[in-house]
């Protein structure tokens, strides 16, 4: 059982280079177990940064798609993350074309070990419980951008994984369907205390909506200034310490206005 403050990930400077050139130079963070009297909370982290920074490129290492270059990625007590430990939404929702949303959710499951009648059971509550299961017969072409998006995450969560990470998972949506996305996300991360979702997003706002972490990513300086090869973590802002930890109304704290101004003007300096 983890316990507040207990290591949840560990990121040690990672480098990654891809065609020879170094894409990630000197990436490290840790994520922390968080846990609040009588409450589950998962933690939810926000990955910021300009597009073509390494985001994505991190991504693939977290889930062990890529070896990086050289560094360490390890997960609690210090064990490296085992392969297939960790569930990743890529922004092409990977639904199947031809297929129906609980055929889609059903397959996810049998390739996480379950026997068709418990995958089915599964894929039924959860596109009940995320609003999908009305279009339970519909093939992915058939559903709207968010219903997409919410049935990739449902899609996920046919697999008992406690890392998710998601790849611009609030691009394309209208501000109903992101908040629902948000809502979904943090209902997601709090259904576990060690239950850790990464979010990669342009949207400052969205990150912050539902994020306790954020972390910034920017390209790497020399010490004269001039700019080198190579991204890393310049930049975190921890919204449980400056008291923005999600809760309902949010938005309407000066604080949240105050902080988004901040990492607007932070990341036009990256
Ligand atoms: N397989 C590859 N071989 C060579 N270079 C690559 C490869 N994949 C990505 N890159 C380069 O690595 C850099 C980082 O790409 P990445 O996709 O990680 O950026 P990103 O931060 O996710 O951007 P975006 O916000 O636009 O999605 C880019 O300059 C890209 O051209
Ligand atoms: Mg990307």
Not at 92 to 120: E, F, Q, W
Not at 197 to 224: K, Q, W, Y
């Amino acid at each position: 059982m983890a316990k507040e403050g207990d290591v949840l990930l560990k990121v040690e400077d990672v480098r990654v280079e891809l065609g020879g050139r170094k894409i990630l130079d000197g990436v490290s963070f840790e994520i922390k177990d968080r846990t609040r009297p009588g409450v589950t909370t998962g933690q939810i982290v926000a990955l910021l940064g300009p597009s073509g920074v390494g985001k994505t490129t991190l991504l693939r290492s977290l889930a062990g798609l890529d070896t990086p270059t050289s560094g360490r990625i390890l997960g609690e007590k210090d064990v490296p993350l085992a392969p297939g430990s960790v569930g990743v939404v890529f922004q092409n929702y990977p639904l199947l074309r031809h297929r129906t949303l609980l055929d889609n959710l059903v397959v996810a499951g049998g390739i996480a070990g379950l026997n068709k009648s418990k995958a089915t059971d599964q894929a039924k509550a959860l596109l009940q419980r995320f609003g999908l299961a009305e279009q339970h017969r519909h093939f992915p072409s058939q559903l709207s951008g968010g219903q997409r998006q919410r049935a990739a995450i449902a899609q996920q969560l046919m697999h008992q994984r406690q890392l998710l990470i998601f790849d611009e998972p609030f691009s394309g949506l209208d501000p109903a369907a992101l908040v629902d996305v948000v809502e979904m996300l943090v209902e997601v991360a709090n259904m576990h205390d060690t239950n850790t979702l990464i979010i990669i997003t342009h949207d400052i706002r969205a990150a912050l909506l539902c994020s306790d972490l954020v972390f910034m990513m920017g390209r790497n300086f020399s010490p004269e200034g001039k700019p080198i090869s190579g991204a890393s973590i310049k930049r975190t802002y921890d919204l449980v310490e400056r008291g923005l930890a999600w809760h309902p109304h949010i938005e309407q704290d000066p604080r949240f206005g105050a902080l988004e101004l901040e990492i607007k003007s932070a990341f036009r300096s990256l």
